[in-house]
Nanobody, 126 residues
Framework: QVQLVESGGGLVQAGESLLLSCTVSGRAFGPYAMGWFRQAPGKEREFVASIGWNGGRTYTGDSVKGRFIMSRDNAKSTVYLQMNSLRPEDTAVYYC???????????????????WGQGTQVTVSS
């Protein structure tokens, strides 16, 4: 059974930083592109960042570009999302996700991903 477990969320003030982690188990990690999405109450799930299976082709959404950085450690089956200069509008549940097909590129589309974590809450106060 494939499991993605996010951690690192919490309550911070505007301008502060957080590091989210997501560890995958039950399936090989290395060959698969990974992504981070977020969803605020009453809004659609929004693309945050993605990374290719080998760590290349990293993309970030327009709303977080220049502030968030995604990385991966294949030896630890873990991806990270470093979030800097957080804003109240970054408040959301953050989800980690994995593509189904091996060696496929990173993607900003929700439909490209098949495995999802349970999410971790990030709250940014003003």
């Amino acid at each position: 059974q494939v499991q993605l477990v996010e951690s690192g969320g919490g309550l911070v003030q505007a301008g502060e930083s957080l590091l989210l982690s997501c560890t995958v188990s039950g399936r090989a990690f290395g060959p698969y592109a990974m992504g981070w999405f977020r969803q605020a109450p009453g809004k659609e799930r929004e693309f945050v960042a993605s990374i290719g299976w080998n760590g290349g082709r990293t993309y970030t959404g327009d709303s977080v570009k220049g502030r968030f950085i995604m990385s991966r450690d294949n030896a630890k089956s873990t991806v990270y999302l470093q979030m800097n200069s957080l804003r109240p509008e970054d408040t959301a549940v953050y989800y980690c996700t994995q593509r189904e097909a091996p060696y496929s590129g990173s993607s900003s589309h929700v439909s490209s991903y098949v495995y999802w974590g349970q999410g971790t809450q990030v709250t940014v106060s003003s």
